[in-house]
């Protein structure tokens, strides 16, 4: 798979032996979005070139992830295609929000990572991109025919956003064990 984005820079990933799911992570990787950096890539199933330097096909294990996940070329602060990206991309949404949720969790628990990486930016503000970006797939995956408008769906992830901080501030909070 070669994913070329806005920029001009370019994503191979590979080898990818079985041509359905080559397929289907090339469904993923160009499913209509309004995300800018996806929406303004373009994706590509190519014979496999062993000459070229590729991404591999990920693991759906949180040992993985915790690996990735600051890494400047694949982790989720990486341009697209992240590692979020493809975890989706081969493995569901729903896989990805699972492995992601519990390496965070390692994250906060002590996990720390090699010293030759830079530290960790805080897990909130990744958590909440992450959340913001799942929910707008699931969003544009039901929408109908007639598709939304960027600005529909931004109204539409900022009510949602509202009512969760309401609802986390109507929380009370209480300690570990209680």
């Not at 993985?64 to 989720?76: C, F, I, K, N, P």
């Not at 939304?148 to 929380?171: K, N, Q, V």
């Amino acid at each position: 798979m070669i994913v070329t984005r806005a920029d001009g820079g370019v994503t191979r990933i590979g080898p990818i032996t079985a041509p359905r799911e080559a397929g289907a992570i090339h469904a993923s990787l160009t499913r209509a979005t309004t995300i800018p950096e996806k929406a303004s890539a373009s994706a590509e199933i190519v014979r496999f070139n062993s000459a070229e330097q590729h991404l591999p096909l990920l693991d759906a294990e949180v040992e993985t992830v915790l690996e990735l996940m600051d890494d400047t070329e694949q982790g989720v602060e990486a341009p697209f295609p992240n590692l979020w990206d493809r975890l989706v991309a081969q493995h569901g949404l729903t896989v990805a929000d699972a492995l992601m949720r519990v390496a965070l969790a390692a994250g906060r628990e002590g996990h720390r990572p090699p010293a030759h990486r830079a530290a960790p930016r805080p897990s909130r503000s990744r958590a909440d991109e992450r959340f913001e970006h799942a929910l707008r797939e699931v969003l544009l995956g039901h929408v109908g025919p007639g598709g939304i408008s960027p600005a529909a769906l931004d109204d539409t992830l900022t009510s949602i956003r509202h009512l969760a901080e309401a609802w986390a501030r109507s929380r009370p909070l209480h300690a570990p064990g209680s």
